[in-house]
């Protein structure tokens, strides 16, 4: 690891905080991923070198620790108390991009919003019965289908078909789905001129808009950037 070779804080803290990845592994240690797979899940494009060297790396400043699991097959990971504290970083770097940053077409990754909605869950709204959602992403280079499997408040996403009957059809523009679950869209807009569909029982059809918390940062308002005038 680099350093700055400066003794400011903020030096010593950006040596670890800025290093490629690390505020998303803190991230989503902190949403509950407590396995390597899990962990791995929700960071696309985090390779599983990569993974390996970062928690390593954080297990040896003391931001996170790690025992074997009860089976013996892995290990499980979570936040030490230096760990917790760093992610209040996590939290303001969110705010600060929430309000400052807009969601450009290269961040509109429909798995991503979908995983992190189902860490965002109602869980006391969610249907006692197992239920199998699909949902069929639009307006990206390809196609993408996801199911959603929901039963006893637990929660599940499959990248392949799961061999089981479905039981609601969501078909969303990813740039609507995305920004929905971000607060940048309200529910009516995002389903405006068939932008989201849903196809299925009405109770189910009424319900699945309320399982969503949404983002943590949903309730940032943008901040309005003008583009100054040229002088005359």
């Not at 991230?27 to 791995?40: A, D, Q, T, V």
């Not at 807009?102 to 249907?127: G, Q």
């Not at 950037?225 to 005359?232: D, E, F, V």
């Amino acid at each position: 690891m680099r350093t700055y070779g400066q003794y400011c804080p903020i030096a010593r803290g950006a040596e670890i905080f800025a290093e490629r990845w690390t505020p998303l592994i803190i991230r989503n240690l902190y949403l509950g991923c407590g396995s390597f797979s899990e962990i791995l899940e929700g960071a696309p494009g985090l390779s599983r070198t990569m993974l390996s060297q970062r928690l390593k790396q954080l297990e040896r400043f003391g931001i996170v620790e790690s025992a074997p699991k009860p089976d013996g097959r892995g290990r499980h990971y979570e936040l030490a108390p230096a760990g917790h504290d760093l992610f209040k970083v996590c939290v303001s770097l969110g705010e600060w991009g929430a309000a400052w940053l807009e969601i450009a077409p290269e961040h509109l990754d429909p798995f991503v919003a979908l995983w992190s909605m189902c860490n965002m869950l109602h869980r006391d709204r969610l249907p006692g019965p197992r239920v199998v959602v699909r949902f069929d992403f639009t307006g990206r280079q390809r196609p993408e289908r996801y199911w959603l499997l929901i039963e006893h408040g637990d929660t599940e996403i499959c990248k392949t078909y799961p061999g089981l009957d479905e039981d609601l059809y969501i078909t969303a523009e990813a740039e609507a789905f995305v920004k929905w679950h971000a607060g940048q869209l309200s529910w009516a807009e995002a389903t405006r001129n068939r932008r989201i569909q849903l196809h299925g029982p009405s109770s189910l059809v009424r319900a699945f808009p309320t399982w969503n918390a949404r983002s943590a940062f949903a309730h940032i308002k943008p901040v309005s950037r003008t583009a100054p005038s040229s002088a005359a």
